[in-house]
T-cell receptor, first 112, second 111 residues
Framework: EPEVTQTPSHQVTQMGQEVILHCVPI?????FYWYRQILGQKVEFLVS????????KSEIFDDQFSVERPDGSNFTLKIRSTKLEDSAMYFC??????????FGPGTRLLVL | QKEVEQDPGPLSVPEGAIVSLNCTYS??????FMWYRQYSRKGPELLMY????GNKEDGRFTAQVDKSSKYISLFIRDSQPSDSATYLC???????????FGEGTQLTVNP
């Protein structure tokens, strides 16, 4: 069964450093998303991407965040200058239709 | 008032019990409703998706939506220890792609 994959599974970085989180969505899906979950809190939407552009973003997704689909299979989230409060589990998701969003296993980001 | 409210539990039931999980929401713009299951330190796994009011059944799982009351439910019949997980409700407005999640209910099914 096709699934969303994410790398790395864990990432430790120093405050102020840039990180790039990688995702390979399900191959025939057209919509891509990033969500995050701070430990003990609810899953929060960051951004959605369709037709090579951002279709929606939340108030969390400020100028330090960016997304890119560098080729036909990868979808990345870049955090330019990490802060302590960026420590969270980051989930990539993809969907063929808007309702059925399938999530990857997540990247656990720890900012020291 | 939170847009989506879900009792975090924890909820502990014996194997074989019927489990009822619920969410309420405040914004009538939510029209699409999903239930996800999340095992510890894993990604959410889509269980059920519903659009209209009424029931939808898939094996041991039944999703119920009551838009007039802004209330959704997930029922699990003949619960198994492998059902032990956190169950997340999520919903989407007609306009927009973002899912808004509840806080999740932690369920333990005891053998």
């Amino acid at each position: 069964e096709p699934e969303v994959t994410q790398t790395p599974s864990h990432q430790v970085t120093q405050m102020g450093q840039e990180v790039i989180l990688h995702c390979v969505p399900i191959s025939n899906h057209l919509y891509f998303y990033w969500y995050r979950q701070i430990l003990g809190q609810k899953v929060e939407f960051l951004v959605s991407f369709y037709n090579n552009e951002i279709s929606e973003k939340s108030e969390i997704f400020d100028d330090q965040f960016s997304v890119e689909r560098p080729d036909g299979s990868n979808f990345t989230l870049k955090i330019r200058s990490t802060k302590l409060e960026d420590s969270a589990m980051y989930f990539c998701a993809s969907s063929e239709l808007l309702e059925t969003q399938y999530f990857g296993p997540g990247t656990r980001l720890l900012v020291l | 008032q939170k847009e989506v409210e879900q009792d975090p539990g924890p909820l502990s039931v014996p194997e074989g019990a019927i489990v009822s999980l619920n969410c309420t929401y405040s914004n009538s713009a939510f029209q699409y409703f999903m239930w996800y299951r999340q095992y510890s330190r894993k990604g959410p796994e889509l269980l059920m998706y519903t659009y209209s009011s009424g029931n939808k059944e898939d094996g041991r799982f039944t999703a119920q939506v009551d838009k007039s009351s802004k209330y959704i439910s997930l029922f699990i019949r003949d619960s198994q220890p492998s059902d032990s997980a956190t169950y997340l409700c999520a919903m989407r407005k007609t306009s927009g792609s973002r899912l808004t999640f509840g806080e999740g209910t932690q369920l333990t099914v005891n053998p």
